[in-house]
């Protein structure tokens, strides 16, 4: 499933969309070699399963943009409890779009000024602030589903849980010319 990547024309505005890319990238191998199984599977006590964590990733994704940048499109948010692995890769790939278009505008042409986490959260400065915010909001998860499909006994190949700290393929993949640190 590819990603429509928006035009940059700034300094920071083109690596923070590439790196969101791969970063949407990451969840998109961990969701496709996933074992079918453990996308629902209970976790002890009340963790949230694999398919709520993935869930959550793209509900707040969009309240990211709602809250951010509430000219652009608004997405449907997912449901937890129904949500299938086709729907969440889906859904996850269109709010990846909209996450770039939001960086775009805040990196790029300066459309956007703030960045609004959540609706109580004081907003804070675009730029790299705001492009780490969301990829540690989203590495932090994709840790819980590594875990959670290891406690559970559905563990990721290692071709995969290795490959996705492989960020020159990961970029390659995303049809990046060149790796991270290289002007595309």
Request: hydrophobic residues 40%.
């Amino acid at each position: 499933m590819t990603t429509r990547r928006p035009k940059v024309h700034t300094q920071l505005g083109r690596p923070a969309v590439q790196t969101f890319t791969a970063n949407d990238r990451i969840n998109q191998v961990l969701i496709e070699n996933l074992d079918p199984a453990a996308w629902r599977a209970k976790p002890p006590g009340k963790a949230r399963t694999i398919a709520a964590i993935f869930t959550h990733m793209h509900n707040v994704r969009t309240k990211w943009v709602r809250l951010t940048a509430p000219h652009l499109k608004v997405l449907t948010q997912l449901n937890r409890a129904h949500c299938t692995p086709q729907q969440a890769r889906a859904a996850l790939a269109e709010s990846a779009a909209r996450c770039m278009e939001m960086l775009v505008e805040a990196l790029g042409d300066g459309r956007i000024k703030n960045f609004c986490s959540d609706g109580w959260a004081r907003p804070m400065p675009v730029g790299l602030e705001m492009l780490s915010y969301t990829l540690s909001h989203e590495a932090h998860h994709r840790g819980q589903v590594c875990m959670l499909a290891h406690q559970l006994g559905f563990p990721l190949p290692k071709e995969v849980a290795y490959g996705i700290w492989n960020w020159q393929k990961l970029w390659k993949d995303c049809g990046f010319p060149r790796g991270p640190g290289h002007a595309s």
